[in-house]
């Protein structure tokens, strides 16, 4: 019998370690705009987010967005978007992604609370569904699909 790892690197997906963090969370490294950060990977999150304070840092254009941000304990948190950002994770990529930013100073205040690291953002269900992920709880990794050439 294979395993899941062959079966799915046979179906073409690229395979990326998670960190578990004290919190229970998984953690994932990801560039945005070429800049390297680190997320917080969140199936309960509709899309992917990074905080208002790192704009800059991953070179993001921003505007005023409708969309009202809730989670982790926080409502109705107003919110920027950008769009047209790149987003690299291993050999992953995608080109056109939206980002929602908001101030996640919630977040990583209970993250460090918790003996955890701040983190630069959200990877959200959006780029799970656009990549087909599945996540191997287990093994502590997500398989990626790569995009068809």
């Known amino acids: 019998m294979s395993t899941l790892k062959k079966f799915l690197k046979d179906k073409d997906y690229v395979r990326l370690p998670l960190v578990l963090t004290a919190t229970d969370h998984f953690e994932i490294n990801a560039e945005i705009n070429s800049v390297p950060g680190r997320f917080i990977l969140d199936t309960g999150a509709s899309n992917t987010c990074i905080g208002i304070d790192r704009i800059d840092y991953f070179k993001l254009i921003s505007e005023e967005s409708i969309i009202k941000a809730a ?79």
């Open 71 to 149: 989670g982790a304990g926080a409502t109705n948190m107003e919110t920027l978007i950008s769009k047209k950002n790149t987003i690299t994770l291993n050999s992953w990529k995608y080109k056109k992604l939206e980002i929602v930013l908001f101030d996640l100073k919630h977040v990583n205040e209970a993250l460090t609370a918790h003996h955890a690291e701040p983190v630069d953002g959200i990877i959200g269900a959006d780029i799970l569904k656009k990549s087909k992920a599945i996540i191997d709880y287990n093994k502590k990794c997500i398989y990626l699909k790569k995009k068809k050439r």
